[in-house]
């Protein structure tokens, strides 16, 4: 019995070399727990070697005892291994898929540009022999250069929940309560009514431009992956940026931004969507803020393709709890610009939805 003792003791020594050792390598917790589970499968066999030998079988009870030791083996080796986490291949190769159908198409508008370029070219070749054969008409060439092809028929909202998904932001956000199981990172149900489009695209390129009130430790040990402005283009970060600047659920528990990185502009920020009754994004409108202070200066902006606005107000310290109108195609919103002169950190700003009535003509 003290040979078993003196086995399971190594075994713990052993598994807790292989814990901490492959942690140090910076194996993830998965291979951590493998290793540990082979010390545990090493230890099992040489216990079984100290068990007393099994009364001899013959005949059809040995026959019987082997199926059925292989049938329990079986067992433990598929429930065993299905317990891992598991990846589904085909949903890993349509991720791969869908970033690699973008670059090509991008590929391939190129090279219809190109094939664009030298049809006109053959076509001044001609015109040029043209000229020469009829010296004085003169046939200027009219190709078009082909547009490049459209992105289906997403929108950018859309498009940006999509590269949300594509890049696996859920592995440590959560959004509409799906996501990061062991609450990793924020949940982002309400960041629209904190950040900026160009905030949001900020964090995303550089983890340390701010950070999530409460998660000041995970922010420390930069928890937030730094890779995501070299992997992802323009197009895809504006699009996730703008996603997100949607999300504005007041009831959601999202932590506030602090800013590290800027210092509060003596001015205030209103920000965005503009969108028709049926909740339709309108894109092109005119947005106008007006503090309603004596001599306030007004300011307005137009909203973009996703039917954003950004609009910077000048206003001082002394304008600290003016109430500032927001208008947009008849419809009128007011909030009270409440920021404390003495706060040096927080953002002064104020996030506004518009609805109108009806876009116009
Ligand atoms: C490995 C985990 C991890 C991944 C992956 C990750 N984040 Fe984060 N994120 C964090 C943590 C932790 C914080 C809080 C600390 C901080 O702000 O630095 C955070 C904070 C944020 C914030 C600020 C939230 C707030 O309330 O102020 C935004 C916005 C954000 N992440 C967006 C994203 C987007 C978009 C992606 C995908 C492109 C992403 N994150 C991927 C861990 C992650």
Known sequence: ???????????????LAAWFGSGALGFPHVFQAMFVAYVALGLAVFLLLDAPPMRRLSGWTAVAALVGFYLVLSAMYIGGASSWPQYDPEVEKGKIEKILKRKRAMALAEQRQVDTWLEQVRVLQDDSQTVMARL??????????????????LTVVERGAEVYDLYECYNCHKIGGKGSV??????LDNIGSFLTVNDIKRKIFDPTYLYAEGFE?????????????????DEEVQALATYLSTLKDPTAKTPKPVFVKSNVEHGFTVFGYVRDASGRALPGTEVRAMPQVKGGHGASGKTDEAGYYE???HMHNENAGATVEVSAQGAKKTFVADYDPNDTITRRQQSLDLTVAAPEG
């Open 1 to 15: 019995m003290s040979a078993g003792i003196k086995k399971i003791a190594v075994a713990v020594v052993l598994a």
């Open 217 to 233: 430790k995970e922010h420390k040990k930069g928890r937030m992956p730094d890779k995501y402005k070299d992997l992802m283009t």
């Open 182 to 187: 062991k609450k990793r990172g924020p949940i």
């Open 136 to 153: 004085g008409r003169f046939a200027p060439a009219t190709a078009v250069p082909e547009a490049p092809p459209k992105q289906g028929a």
């Open 311 to 313: 609009i910077f107000l």
